[in-house]
């Protein structure tokens, strides 16, 4: 539910998974708002892409960038492979 911008989750325990149908179609944006909402409800979250267009080597291996944003945002982490 959406009332004065602000985002309400009333099911205790919920899942949503986040499709769109090309890259840059905001995906990323609307999974990180909806952890965002999830996040000042107190609630445990957690957020991955399981898919990605586009890595960067990095010391840690392979990174993808709106993997590392949902990785941060979300409440409970994962190590990435």
Do not use: W
């Not at 499709?19 to 991955?48: E, F, H, M, P, W």
């Not at 892409?49 to 993808?64: F, H, Q, V, W, Y």
Request: proline share 2%; glycine share 6%.
């Amino acid at each position: 539910m959406v009332r004065d911008n602000k985002v309400t989750i009333h099911a205790e325990n919920t899942t949503y998974f986040v499709t769109g149908t090309d890259t840059d179609v905001g995906k990323t944006v609307c999974t990180r708002a909806l952890l965002q909402a999830a996040n000042q409800q107190n609630k445990s979250t957690i957020g991955y892409k399981p898919i990605s267009a586009g890595c960067e080597m990095t010391d840690s291996g392979l990174r993808n960038e709106d993997a590392l944003i949902l990785q941060k945002t979300a409440v409970l982490h994962y190590p990435m492979k």
